[in-house]
């Protein structure tokens, strides 16, 4: 029983970390969460387990519910803006349209404005693609009521995030040309692929200096990263990588790594910058984590 239990877990331990991370957006947390899955997994009588893949995903998520829900509460109290933790992923994420979109800074930042219920029912349901039924049964509720719960979800979600789903060659050609305008000195070739209300936020965790709220304008965000890469002492590097599944650029000081920036691009344009610096969410950055759902 215990090698079934064991190979089991193996067998869908990316897929249990992807869930987890999705619903809390700290890979930290996910861990977490996994271990506790596995200790809660060795004491099922697995002779009464009909679908191993679905019970997983049922005790995962009641603990990353039960996870998200404290992290709300400490989120409160975090300095400045709070971003999800960036992930390095292998190229065949970004080779999954769906799986990168949902893994996406624009899109988990959207989920954070859910509530914990409504955001483990739209990530199972809309990334996982897990049954009502099987939602209902993790969240102790009815499928009705999962199916309401879905609903409201569904529109929250659709009328906050970007308007269209850009190929990774787009937004990697628009991060493209910020990378070489920045890197050159060159503000008005920063604006031009800006758009004119584009949205900087930073997470510097009050551990680095970043902007407290919200940046809005192509102007002051050109500006602010042309002024504050200028100002970088040391050798300075921005290289394109893949972070979410998505394209991003990976800013490193003397090689250690000062932050990562992601983007999201529409008809060409850059309309949000996620600029992530606080130090204790750059440790997964050196080796692509698999996900997978």
């Known amino acids: ?7 089991a877990f193996v067998t869908h331990r990316n897929l249990l970390f992807t869930v987890a991370y999705e619903m ?11 271990q506790e899955t596995w200790l809660r997994w ?3 009588d697995l002779g009464q387990v009909r679908d191993e893949r679905a019970y997983l995903v049922r005790i995962t998520t009641r603990q990353a519910l039960n996870r998200l829900r404290t992290a709300a509460r400490r989120r409160e109290s975090y300095v400045g803006s709070w971003l999800p933790e960036p992930l390095l992923t292998a190229p065949d994420v970004a080779d999954d349209v769906e799986l990168a979109e949902s893994l996406s800074m624009a899109l988990m930042l959207v989920l954070e404005t859910l509530s914990p219920t409504e955001r483990a029912v739209f990530v199972l349901r ?11 049964d993790a969240l102790g ?7 309401q719960i879905a609903q409201r979800a569904r529109r929250h979600v659709a009328a906050r995030r970007p308007r269209s789903v850009v190929s990774a060659d787009e937004c990697r050609a628009a991060l493209s040309s910020f990378r070489h305008a920045l890197l050159t000195g060159d503000l008005q070739g920063v604006l031009d692929v800006l758009a004119p209300d584009v949205v900087l936020i ?4 009050g551990l680095r200096q970043a902007v407290q709220r919200p940046m809005v304008g192509a ?7 042309a002024g504050g890469l200028g100002k970088v002492v040391g050798t300075l590097s921005v290289t394109l990588t893949l972070v979410n599944g998505n394209p991003a650029l990976a800013v490193r000081i003397d090689e250690a790594f000062d932050g990562v920036l992601a983007a999201r691009v529409e008809a060409g344009r850059i309309t949000g910058l996620y600029y992530v610096r ?3 969410k750059l440790s997964r950055l050196e080796q692509s984590v698999p996900v997978e759902r």
Do not use: H, Q
């Not at 029983?1 to 190979?7: E, F, G, I, L, P």
């Open 202 to 205: 930073a997470d510097g965790g």
């Open 278 to 280: 606080n130090p204790e």
């Open 126 to 136: 809309e990334s996982f693609d897990v049954s009502y039924d099987e939602i209902a």
């Open 1 to 7: 029983m215990t090698d079934r239990a064991t190979d």
């Open 219 to 225: 102007d002051r965000v050109a500006r602010f990263m």
């Open 42 to 44: 060795a004491e099922v």
């Open 24 to 34: 809390l957006g700290s890979a930290a947390d996910a861990e977490d969460v996994l």
């Open 141 to 147: 509720k009815t499928p009705a009521a999962v199916r």
